[in-house]
C-alpha cells in the first residue's frame, strides 16, 4: 500500500499548494467580491477632474474612518466598460457601482438582482442634487442609482483662433453654416471636426443630435419602446444621410478612424490647432483645462449648442449627452459594506467640498442654486453657459448606448463605425439594427 | 569540400540581399521603439525619429515605473513560475508511469493526452470564466496558473515521454532492486536524466504562460492581478498620446526574455521550438 | 494485473508492472478539470442561454441559428480564411528562404541569425501596441518624419486595417517559422549537395531538387503551425483594432470574445468557440493525414 499512500499525499500536497496559492489570491483581494471583511470598494471611471477629486475624498474618509474603509481602483472608460460586467457575473462587483444611469446595463443588474434598491436609504444624498438628474437613476419608479458627478451636455468647442483665421463667425446655428464652414477651415490647412473614432461611442454623439434635431425626442424614443421598424424611421435615415454628408464633404480629421478618445487624443487636436472643432460631452473642458492649460487661460477655447437642421421638428434647446454619472450598491456586497457605502453616499457624496472641487475642474455640478457660485469662478462663462444649458432643456437625452440593451448597444456602435467609413448606407444600418429591437 | 551550404563558389548575392533586407525589416521598429522611449514628449514631435536622442531621457522610464510595472512584472512571474512549478512536477510523475507502467490505463492515459493537443485553449474561454467565478478564484492569480496547467499538460507530456523512453529499462530494474520505491526512483533516476528535457519544455511552457493575454483579460479586472502582456494595453488606454512612455512599456517587457536569451540562448531557442523543431 | 499493482509488497510487483498508475493522477486531475471539461462545457453552453449574470436557459439550436445567419459572424468566419490564406501564403516563402540563409555557415549569417530572433522577446500584445502606436497617423512615426505616403490611416482605413495586421503578425512569426526551417535545412546531409555538385547543378536546382523536398516534413509542420495558428490570432487582433473599423479585422476568435464579453450572448460566443475547435481539429488531423507525418507534435496548436 506504501506506494498508493505516497501517491496519494503527494496528490494532497500538490492540491495543497494550489489551494494555498488559491487563499493567497483572494486574501490579498479581500474587500471585494462578497466583502470578506468590514470595508467596502469602489471602481470609477478616470478623466479630470474626479478622478484626482474622488481619489483625495476617498483617502481623507479611509483617514477619519479607519474601520469603514473604502478601496477605490481607477480605470479608463472603455476598460471599465468591459471590466464591470464580467466582475459583477463573477461575484466580484465592487460595492459601489459605477454607471450612466438606470438604463441598458443596470437595469439588466436589476433583472438579475445585481444591485440594491436605494429607495428611501439615500434621501440625504438625493436632497443634494437636481431632480432631473436624479430622475435618470430610477427604473420603474425605483431608485437605483443616486448621482455622483457633474452633469455632462455634449456640445461643439471650438479655437477661437482657428475661427478668427478661416473667418467664420462663432456660434454656428444651423446645419448649412456648418457645412459652408467646412471650405474655409480646409483652406487654411485645418480639420473642421475632430472625432475619435477608433472609440466609436463619439460617433454616436452625432446621431443622437442629428436625430434628435431631425425628428425630436421621438426619433429615438420608438427604438426605446421597442417600435417594429423604429430604426428605419425617415427621420433616422435623414440624421444617417447627414453623417455621411459631413464625412464626404472631408468634415472630420484625415484617419480619425485611428484616435481614441481614453487618451484625449481627439481633444489635443483641437488644442493643438489641427482641427477647429470637437462635438464632445462638457468633461472635455476639464480636459482641455488638464492637458492645456494655457490654451484654456488665454480664453480661446469656446463652445455653443448643436446647430439645427432645415425644417428639423426637434428643439434647438434639447441637448444630449450624460445627466451624471451614478452610483449604485451590489447585492453581493456583505451587509456591512453596504452599510458603509450608503453612509458615504449620504454624508459624502457630491458634499460642499466636491462640488468646489468640480467647479474649480470646469465641470457643472448637478446641484440646486450654485449659479452664482459658477459665475464667480474662474471658467465662469463656461460653466453659467452649460448650467443654463441643461436647466433650460426640455429634453436631455441620455447616451444610446447606455439605454439600450448591452447586445443592441454592440450592434449600434458597429454598425455606426461603418456608416462613418461609408462601408453601409443608412438603409442597411437601419436594417440591421432593426433586428435588434425587442430581440 | 566541407563547406557546402552556404559556402559555394561565388557569394550569394542575392541570398545575401535578402538577409539585409530582412535584417531592416526586423530592425527598423525595434530601433525606433527604443529611440522614441528615450525621448522627452516634446523631443519625440521634434526629432527626428531615426537619429538618436542628444541628451536621452529616462521620463518614460521613470512614468511607467510609478505605474506599478514592477508589480505587474511580480504577477507575471508569479503566474509564470507558479504553473510551470506544478507542470513540471504533475507531467514527470505521469511520463514516469506511462513509460514504466505496462497496464491498459497508462496507455490509455496517453491517448487521452494526445487528443488533447489540439485543443485551442482559447476557445474554452467562456465555460473557463463560468468555472472559474464559480470556484470563488475571480481576480487572482491562481485563476490564471490552475488553466494553463491544465492546456500545458499534453505537450509537456509529449516531450518528457519521449524523453524518459530513452533512460534504459536496466537502470529502472536496478533501482528497484536497490528496493528504492517510486519516489526515489522518480527524483534519483527519473529527474537527473531527463533533465534537458525538462528545461527545455519548462521553457516553452514558461513563454506561453507568460505571453498570454486572453485569459488575464477575461479572469482577472483589478490593477494589482494585472500581468504584464495585459497591463501594456491597459496602459495604452490611459496613456495613449504618449507615445514614448507605451514604447517604453513595450521595451521594458522584452527584458525579462532578453535576459533569458543572452544566459541560455541555445536552451530557449530549444524550448521555444520544444516538439516542433525535429 | 491491476490489483496486483495494489498489492502489497510494492517492490515486486512495480518491478513487474511498474509504478503506481496513481502517480499520473494529478495530471490527470489538472487536464479534467482545467481542459476536458471546458472543452465539453463549450459544447454545453452552445445549447444555453446565458448573459453570464441571470440563471441560465436552454436555448436548443437557436444560437447555432444565430451564427449561420448573422451576418457579422458569417463575415468572421470569412476573414478569418482569409487570414489563414494569406498569412499562410507570405509567411511560408519568407520563412523558408530565412531558414536556408540562416543555416549558412557564414559568419554574418551567423550574427544575423542572432539579430532575427529579437521580435520573439516580445509578446503579442507588446508588438500590437508597439506598431499601434509607431503607425498613428497623428502620433507616430510617419507623422514625425512627415513622410506623406507612409501618413496613412493605417489602421482606421477599412481596406488598409487587415494588411496592417497581416504584416505585423508576419513579422512576429516569421522569425518563429524560419527557426524551424534552419534546423531543417541543418539535418540535410551535406553529402547529397556534394554529389549534386559533382553532376554540375547549380545552386537554384539543389534548391529545388534537394533543398526543397528534403524540408517536406518541415513544411508540413510549419504550415501546420500556421494555418491551426490562424484560428487562434487573438491577442494581435485585439490590441491592434478590436476588430474595427466596423468589423472589417473582426475575425473568428475576435467575434467569439466580443459577442461573449461585450455583447454578453455566452451561448453564441460559445457555438463560435465550438465552430473553432471543430475547424482547427479537422484541419490538423487533416494536414497531418495529407502530409503523411504522424507526428502528433504538428497538430500542437499555434504559439
Not at chain 1, 483645462?289 to 490654451?295: H, L, S, V
Not at chain 1, 441637448?319 to 451590489?330: M, T
Not at chain 1, 457660485?373 to 444610446?400: C, I
Not at chain 3, 543555416?103 to 521580435?119: C, H
Request: hydrophobic share 45%.
Amino acid at each position: 500500500m506504501l506506494t498508493k499512500k505516497r501517491a496519494v499525499l503527494t496528490f494532497t500536497a500538490v492540491a495543497a499548494m494550489t489551494l494555498s496559492m488559491a487563499a493567497c489570491g483572494t486574501g490579498g483581494t479581500g474587500g471585494d467580491g462578497g466583502g470578506s471583511n468590514d470595508s467596502a470598494s469602489v471602481w470609477y471611471v478616470s478623466g479630470a477632474p474626479k478622478e484626482t477629486l474622488w481619489k483625495d475624498q476617498f483617502a481623507a474618509w479611509n483617514q477619519a474612518n479607519p474601520d469603514q474603509q473604502i478601496k477605490a481602483e481607477v480605470y479608463a472608460n472603455d476598460a471599465y466598460k468591459e471590466k464591470i460586467r464580467t466582475a459583477i457575473g463573477a461575484g466580484n462587483a465592487p460595492t459601489l457601482v459605477f454607471s450612466w444611469g438606470a438604463y441598458g446595463p443596470v437595469a439588466e443588474y436589476v433583472s438579475a438582482n445585481q444591485i440594491i434598491s436605494l429607495e428611501g436609504k439615500v434621501d440625504e444624498a438625493l436632497s443634494r442634487t437636481l431632480d432631473s438628474v436624479d430622475a435618470a437613476g430610477v427604473l420603474d419608479g425605483v431608485q437605483y442609482a443616486v448621482p455622483n458627478g457633474d452633469t455632462q451636455p455634449v456640445m461643439l468647442f471650438y479655437n477661437k483662433d482657428l475661427f478668427d483665421q478661416a473667418g467664420v463667425v462663432a456660434p454656428i446655428t444651423t446645419w448649412e453654416d456648418l457645412l459652408a464652414s467646412i471650405p474655409k477651415f480646409k483652406a487654411i490647412g485645418v480639420a473642421p471636426f475632430a472625432l475619435a473614432g477608433q472609440s466609436k461611442w463619439p460617433d454616436l454623439m452625432w446621431l443622437e443630435y442629428l436625430a434628435d434635431r431631425v425628428g425630436g425626442p421621438q426619433t429615438f424614443n420608438d427604438v426605446v419602446a421597442g417600435k417594429e421598424g423604429a430604426w428605419s424611421s425617415p427621420e433616422m435615415i435623414q440624421a444617417l444621410t447627414y453623417i455621411q454628408d459631413l464625412v464626404k464633404a472631408d468634415g472630420f480629421q484625415e484617419s480619425f478612424g485611428s484616435t481614441t478618445a481614453d487618451s484625449n487624443a481627439d481633444v489635443a487636436l483641437v488644442h493643438t490647432g489641427k482641427a477647429a472643432m470637437i462635438l464632445q460631452g462638457s468633461w472635455a473642458y476639464g480636459s482641455f483645462k488638464n492637458d492645456a492649460p494655457e490654451f484654456v487661460s488665454a480664453g480661446k477655447l469656446g463652445s455653443f449648442p448643436f446647430p439645427s437642421v432645415p425644417g428639423g421638428k426637434g428643439d434647438q434647446a434639447d441637448i444630449a449627452g450624460n445627466p451624471s454619472n451614478y452610483w449604485s450598491i451590489s447585492s453581493t456586497a456583505s451587509a456591512a459594506a453596504q452599510e458603509i457605502a450608503l453612509k458615504w453616499l449620504n454624508e459624502e457624496n457630491l458634499d460642499a467640498e466636491y462640488v468646489d472641487g468640480l467647479i474649480a475642474g470646469g465641470a457643472i455640478p448637478p446641484v440646486e442654486g450654485i449659479r452664482d457660485k459658477l459665475a464667480a469662478s474662474d471658467d465662469g462663462e463656461f460653466l453659467t453657459a452649460a448650467y443654463d444649458l441643461v436647466l433650460n432643456a426640455p429634453n436631455f437625452q441620455s447616451s444610446w448606448d447606455q439605454v439600450l440593451s448591452s447586445v443592441a448597444a454592440q450592434e449600434m456602435l458597429t454598425n455606426l463605425d461603418k456608416i462613418f467609413n461609408g462601408q453601409i448606407t443608412p438603409q442597411e444600418f437601419a436594417a440591421n439594427m432593426d433586428k435588434t429591437i425587442n430581440q | 569540400m566541407a563547406k557546402i551550404l552556404g559556402g559555394r563558389r561565388r557569394p550569394n548575392i542575392i541570398g545575401g540581399l535578402f538577409g539585409w533586407i530582412w535584417l531592416v525589416i526586423i530592425l527598423t521598429p525595434i530601433y525606433y521603439m527604443v529611440l522614441a522611449s528615450l525621448r522627452t514628449q516634446g523631443d519625440y514631435y521634434k526629432d527626428n525619429p531615426l537619429v538618436p536622442p542628444l541628451k536621452p531621457s529616462m521620463r518614460a522610464y521613470r512614468l511607467v515605473f510609478e505605474n506599478d510595472f514592477g508589480r505587474y512584472l511580480l504577477n507575471s512571474a508569479i503566474v509564470t513560475l507558479g504553473a510551470v512549478a506544478i507542470l513540471l512536477i504533475v507531467t514527470l510523475m505521469a511520463s514516469y508511469v506511462i513509460v514504466r507502467n505496462r497496464g491498459q490505463v497508462a496507455q490509455r492515459l496517453f491517448r487521452v493526452f494526445l487528443l488533447g493537443l489540439a485543443i485551442p485553449a482559447q476557445a474554452t474561454i467562456v465555460p473557463l470564466y463560468y468555472m472559474i467565478t464559480k470556484m470563488g478564484l475571480y481576480d487572482t492569480l491562481i485563476a490564471l496558473v490552475l488553466p494553463s496547467v491544465g492546456f500545458g499538460i499534453p505537450i509537456t507530456v509529449l516531450i518528457l515521454v519521449n524523453f524518459v523512453r530513452d533512460i534504459p529499462g536496466e537502470l529502472f530494474e536496478s533501482m528497484t532492486i536497490d528496493g528504492a520505491g517510486n519516489w526515489r526512483t522518480l527524483w534519483n533516476l527519473v529527474l537527473p536524466l531527463s533533465k534537458p528535457a525538462v528545461v527545455t519544455v519548462g521553457i516553452y511552457d514558461a513563454l506561453q504562460v507568460w505571453n498570454g493575454f486572453l485569459f488575464p483579460l477575461v479572469l482577472t479586472g483589478k490593477p494589482e492581478v494585472r500581468v504584464l502582456p495585459y497591463s501594456l494595453f491597459t496602459y495604452q488606454g490611459e496613456h495613449g498620446a504618449d507615445t514614448p512612455a507605451i514604447l517604453a512599456a513595450v521595451v521594458l517587457s522584452a527584458l525579462p526574455i532578453l535576459a533569458a536569451y543572452i544566459i541560455g540562448r541555445r536552451q530557449l531557442v530549444a524550448g521555444l521550438t520544444a516538439g516542433f523543431g525535429k | 494485473m491491476p490489483d496486483k499493482a495494489h498489492a502489497p509488497g510494492a517492490a515486486t510487483s512495480r518491478g513487474r508492472s511498474g509504478p503506481s498508475p496513481w502517480l499520473a493522477a494529478p495530471a490527470m486531475a489538472f487536464f479534467g478539470i482545467f481542459a476536458v471539461i471546458p472543452l465539453l462545457g463549450v459544447v454545453y453552453f452552445s445549447f444555453m442561454r446565458w448573459d453570464g449574470m441571470s440563471d441560465m436557459t436552454f436555448a436548443g439550436l437557436d444560437n447555432w441559428k444565430a451564427v449561420f445567419t448573422d451576418s457579422t459572424s458569417l463575415n468572421a468566419m470569412k476573414l478569418s480564411l482569409v487570414v489563414m490564406i494569406i498569412s499562410w501564403a507570405t509567411q511560408t516563402p519568407v520563412s523558408l528562404l530565412l531558414g536556408v540563409f540562416m543555416a549558412g555557415k557564414q559568419k554574418y549569417r551567423a550574427v544575423l541569425s542572432v539579430l532575427y530572433f529579437l521580435p520573439l522577446l516580445f509578446s503579442s500584445a507588446a508588438i500590437g501596441i508597439g506598431f499601434k502606436a509607431m503607425v498613428d497617423p497623428a502620433f507616430g512615426l510617419a507623422s514625425q518624419l512627415r513622410l506623406g505616403f507612409l501618413q496613412r490611416d493605417w489602421l482606421g482605413n477599412p481596406s488598409l486595417a487587415i494588411g496592417t495586421v497581416l504584416f505585423v503578425i508576419g513579422w512576429a512569426f516569421v522569425p518563429f517559422h524560419s527557426l524551424l526551417y534552419q534546423a531543417g535545412v541543418r539535418q540535410i546531409p551535406a553529402s547529397m549537395y556534394e554529389a549534386a555538385m559533382i553532376d554540375g547543378a547549380g545552386a537554384w536546382k539543389q534548391f529545388w531538387s534537394i533543398t526543397l523536398p528534403q524540408l517536406k516534413y518541415t513544411i508540413a509542420t510549419s504550415s501546420t503551425l500556421m494555418v491551426v495558428g490562424a484560428l487562434t490570432y487573438f491577442d494581435l487582433f485585439y490590441v491592434m483594432t478590436q476588430g474595427g473599423p466596423g468589423d472589417a479585422t473582426r475575425i473568428l476568435p475576435l467575434d467569439m470574445y466580443l459577442t461573449g464579453f461585450r455583447s454578453f450572448q455566452m451561448g453564441k460566443a460559445s457555438t463560435i468557440a465550438v465552430i473553432l475547435v471543430v475547424v482547427g481539429l479537422s484541419l490538423s488531423l487533416g494536414l497531418n493525414r495529407l502530409s503523411g507525418s504522424s507526428r502528433m507534435e504538428s497538430q500542437m496548436e499555434g504559439l
